[in-house]
């Protein structure tokens, strides 16, 4: 009998995109951010894709200091292979937001594919309350906002990470976004195997129906053939059914808060690792296996755990 195919679990432990009224849930310190993050390990994820927040005003920062006071604890305590955004927030410039990854040099970074309209300010017609000033102000600045990913800033994060030995989550929200990183694969700035997470969901980007998904698998795999590992990420109600379809399509898939606060239709999760474990029994239904992080690292050829700066 054959095996079952090994499915990598991303966890998007807390992020840019939701603010920390939204959901009580939302990890913002790092004393929370670490827990969260081995709590999704623990549950099954084998990679965690990790933000900071500056703990007294919520605002997401790329502050490296930040970002110290919770990736060592993660990589002690556990096994995961540790992501660290190049996204930040779109209000911020590329230099700031490489810092983290640049300096901390982790086994996996994640990397924007294409500049793009990113509209938040739909939640500001669903929520009433803030925790803070910013967060309204900042919502409906979206309506006029562009999320800069130009080919000069790619190319920049490229290379000044080129000696760190870390390898990209190519985040794709279009399709637009895989042919971006084609041109960088023929100029021989990226080497494969590419991990590429295409989104869907983001008002902006390309939508949820299944033709959607369909349709960037199959750009996909006429762009890159077998020189890459393909995965999911459904924002908000999306983000089970996309990655249940992707599976069967096999794919890989990525939950987290950072991406959906919910756990069903009008629950919110509890935590990171609740959505780590409904995707876990969807992709276990499937007759589909969860890699392990060192499955992961074999899989998307890192450089290992030791191989990082903290």
């Given at each position: 009998m054959a095996k079952p195919r090994k499915v990598i679990v991303t966890c998007a432990v807390t992020g840019a995109i939701h603010t920390p009224t939204m959901s009580p849930h939302l990890p913002v310190t790092a004393a929370e951010i670490r827990d969260a993050a081995i709590g999704a390990i623990e549950a099954g994820a084998a990679i965690v894709h990790l933000h900071a927040r500056d703990p007294a005003t919520g605002r997401p920062s790329q502050d490296v200091a930040l970002f110290r006071e919770f990736v060592s604890d993660i990589k002690g305590q556990c096994d995961g292979v540790i992501n660290l955004t190049t996204g930040g927030s779109p209000a911020m410039t590329v230099q700031e937001r490489l810092q983290p990854a640049l300096v901390l040099a982790p086994e996996v970074a994640s990397l924007n594919m294409g500049s793009m309209n990113f509209g938040?300010?739909?939640?500001?017609?669903?929520?009433?309350?803030?925790?803070?000033?910013?967060?309204?102000?900042?919502?409906?600045?979206?309506?006029?906002?562009?999320?800069?990913?130009?080919?000069?800033?790619i190319?920049?994060?490229?290379?000044?990470?080129?000696?760190?030995g870390t390898r990209f989550e190519f985040e794709c929200y279009d399709t637009s976004h895989l042919y971006n990183l084609a041109h960088f694969v023929d100029r021989g700035l990226i080497k494969g195997?590419?991990?590429?997470?295409?989104?869907?969901?983001?008002?902006?980007?390309?939508?949820?129906?299944?033709?959607?998904?369909?349709?960037?698998?199959?750009?996909?795999?006429r762009l890159f053939g077998d020189e890459?590992?393909?995965?999911?990420?459904?924002?908000?109600?999306?983000?089970?059914p996309i990655g249940s379809?992707?599976?069967?399509?096999?794919?890989?898939?990525?939950?987290?808060?950072?991406?959906?606060?919910?756990?069903?239709?009008?629950?919110?999760?509890?935590?990171?690792?609740?959505?780590?474990?409904?995707?876990?029994?969807?992709?276990e239904g499937l007759s589909l296996s969860i890699a392990t992080p060192d499955e992961a690292r074999g899989l998307l050829a890192l450089k290992g755990r030791d191989n990082v700066r903290f």
């Open positions: 938040l300010y739909p939640m500001l017609g669903k929520y009433r309350a803030f925790t803070h000033d910013w967060e309204p102000a900042y919502l409906e600045s979206t309506r006029d906002l562009v999320f800069r990913n130009t080919f000069k800033d190319e920049f994060i490229l290379e000044s990470c080129q000696d760190n195997p590419l991990f590429i997470q295409t989104v869907f969901g983001i008002l902006g980007g390309i939508g949820t129906h299944p033709d959607d998904v369909s349709h960037m698998r199959r750009t996909a795999d890459y590992v393909w995965s999911v990420l459904g924002a908000g109600r999306f983000q089970m379809m992707a599976a069967s399509m096999g794919g890989n898939v990525r939950v987290g808060l950072e991406d959906s606060l919910w756990d069903g239709p009008g629950t919110l999760a509890e935590s990171n690792a609740v959505q780590v474990r409904r995707v876990r029994g969807i992709l």
